[in-house]
T-cell receptor, first 115, second 112 residues
Framework: DGGITQSPKYLFRKEGQNVTLSCEQN?????MYWYRQDPGQGLRLIYY???????QKGDIAEGYSVSREKKESFPLTVTSAQKNPTAFYLC??????????????FGPGTRLTVL | KQEVTQIPAALSVPEGENLVLNCSFT??????LQWFRQDPGKGLTSLLL?????REQTSGRLNASLDKSSGRSTLYIAASQPGDSATYLC???????????FGQGTTLQVKP
């Protein structure tokens, strides 16, 4: 089955720790995205990547970092510099921006809680 | 700056009712608009995608319309069922970028 997987489902972080959230897709999509969702709010874009070895900051990139070494994988690191990291994190993928088939598909999410 | 608004924030209806969810956006320069469903604690499920050149899309009991010039989209749900209870999010893709701009969502409850 084609799809997007995220792990872990739940993640707990102590103050001052860096943590990495995994996102993998087997849809052969070039573009991948990371969003953050806070209670009662819509999604906000953290980082996105249109192609391997290239990525751009979204609207709320401070305190986060990403890498895109493989087409299938787009891990997100939440660093200690992120002041309020407790949130629901969603990964998505799509075909490249100018394609007609650029519908975004989402993974099941990772809930991060700072202890 | 593109902003997306969804009204109402919450809606409760009896089973069987037809209903309309609203989405408005401030900049008509969009590539497409996408409607999603989100169940509590889950990821997003794509329902419908409307390209900027299209006026509507249909999937089963769902019909989404797009009026780009007025900055509005509606999601029509026919014969609502308790299983339709979820949060519905709309998102627009501005013409000059690959990212989506989301509204805050409408939480729908369909009572048996």
């Amino acid at each position: 089955d084609g799809g997007i997987t995220q792990s872990p489902k739940y993640l707990f972080r102590k103050e001052g720790q860096n943590v990495t959230l995994s996102c993998e897709q087997n849809l052969n999509h070039d573009a991948m995205y990371w969003y953050r969702q806070d209670p009662g709010q819509g999604l906000r874009l953290i980082y996105y990547s249109q192609i391997v070895n290239d990525f751009q900051k979204g609207d709320i990139a401070e305190g986060y970092s990403v890498s895109r070494e493989k087409k299938e994988s787009f891990p997100l690191t939440v660093t200690s510099a992120q002041k309020n990291p407790t949130a629901f994190y969603l990964c998505a993928s799509s075909f490249p921006g100018q394609s007609s088939y650029n519908e975004q598909f989402f993974g099941p999410g990772t809930r991060l809680t700072v202890l | 700056k593109q902003e997306v608004t969804q009204i109402p924030a919450a809606l409760s209806v009896p089973e069987g009712e037809n209903l309309v969810l609203n989405c408005s956006f401030t900049d008509s320069a969009i590539y497409n608009l996408q409607w999603f469903r989100q169940d509590p604690g889950k990821g997003l499920t794509s329902l419908l995608l409307i390209q900027s050149s299209q006026r509507e899309q249909t999937s089963g009991r769902l019909n989404a319309s797009l009026d780009k010039s007025s900055g509005r989209s509606t999601l029509y749900i026919a014969a609502s069922q308790p299983g339709d209870s979820a949060t519905y999010l709309c998102a627009v893709r501005p013409s000059n970028t690959g990212k989506l701009i989301f509204g805050q969502g409408t939480t729908l409850q369909v009572k048996p």
